[in-house]
């Protein structure tokens, strides 16, 4: 029992009296979760039938963790010999992940992909709710579910409705550190040709209803849902279209693909979203123009600044095709014309993709800003931390869950999860 004193410091005096209250609540607690559990489990137990090639190997205690802390139960046990591989009834129906209860289990796993590391994620379980947990632990939770969350992101239908009048679909990919066994024999950008990152695409989708007093497109209020992969871009632009085609692909009145410019982007949309106004990003766009003139009169030249501002007029009045024209002029005959010429295909390829003046007066957004901050907030914030290196499987499960939060769809997913538990004690699939 704490003891008091005029002398010891009210914060103390607060900080063990809620310790005292909370010791207090969640001992009966966890008593009356484990008795219920327990009471659960004896009842599937008894109505469980047991599927073709499964023996009933007696009843085995397991140590389970909850919210309020720990508690036993006792359970049947079975294992098929032919499939080498046990089954608990009683866990499978009650969702349980590995010895954690699923509320706990979805808690460890929000905070596993959220925090920048699985031992602040300990300590903040530790500091906030008094659950401790080891950050191993968590990790192995977070792998275990996060599988699941990515094939349930990349899943087929329902196909959705919406009744916004515009649909964004958006992609980009960014590059995180990788473990050197998963990058041997990838070429990439270092001196020697080798690779310290693997390319990871993100996607997302979200919805306008209209524009501001100006004219400027607005984004609904939580409207943007995220996928991820790790897969190349011609499996990525699938997953991305199927979470469109939930999200209302099929009845929008107009869909806007925006991407920008690369050439795997540009085969993802002509293949995926070939009825999608396609919009290269005006960002890209000017980088690419900067690209142009520092091969035609260089960056250091007095009037670099000035010409790169009027190409950015000129491109938001549908210029795209004089600057195309003008600049080609302007080369001819010069040491530079090759270059020019190399660096206006970005231009000339995506002529029909880059008439901002048009897509404004449409309302329609001209930048990729979403997607872009995106590959910051739900890869880069948590995959590219000082000293991280990454298995295919650790990176692509924690952003699969990344993109489960970000996309408020964490009560979604874990129902699903839920229901698969559940089905591995379904016979019915076997006998039909």
Known sequence: MARFSAQTPSGEVVQQLETLVRTAIFKPASHLVGFLLQQAAERIDRSYHPKPGEHFKGRQLLDVQCLFGSFAI?????????????HFPADAA???????????????????????????????????????????QIQRVVQRVGSSAQ????????IGSTVAPVLYVSGDGTGIPMRKEVLAGRRGKQPDGSAKTAQVYLGCVFTQHGCDPEGH????HESTTYVSSLESIDQFGPILRREALRRGMGVAEQVVLLIDGAAGLERMGRDCFKDAIQIVDF??????????????????????????????????????RGLIDQSRRESRGRPSEVAVDSALGYFVNNVERMLY?????????????????GCKTVIGARCKQSGMRWSEPGAENILALRCVHSSR???????????????????????A
């Not at 769809?409 to 006998?431: G, I, Q, V």
């Open 74 to 86: 006792e359970r049947d046990y079975y294992y098929n010999p032919r499939l080498k591989r046990g």
């Open 94 to 136: 009650l969702g349980l992940e590995i010895a954690y209860t699923p509320a706990l289990a979805r808690l460890m796993c929000l905070e596993g992909a959220d925090e920048s590391g699985f031992d602040k994620a300990e300590r903040h379980l530790a500091e906030t709710g008094g659950i401790h947990v080891s950050a191993r």
């Open 151 to 158: 094939a349930w992101q990349e899943r087929e239908g329902p």
């Open 217 to 220: 497109p607005i984004r609904d």
């Open 283 to 320: 960002f890209h766009a000017m980088e690419h123009a900067g690209t142009v003139l520092d091969a035609l009169i260089g960056k250091d030249h007095p009037d670099y600044k000035a010409r790169l501002r009027r190409w950015a007029k000129r491109l938001l009045r549908d210029g795209v």
């Open 357 to 373: 003046g048009t897509f404004r007066r449409k309302g329609y957004f001209i930048g990729s800003g979403v997607v872009e901050a």
């Open 409 to 431: 769809r964490t009560s979604e997913f874990w129902k699903h999860r839920l229901n698969l538990h559940s089905a591995r004690n379904d016979s019915l699939a076997l006998a």
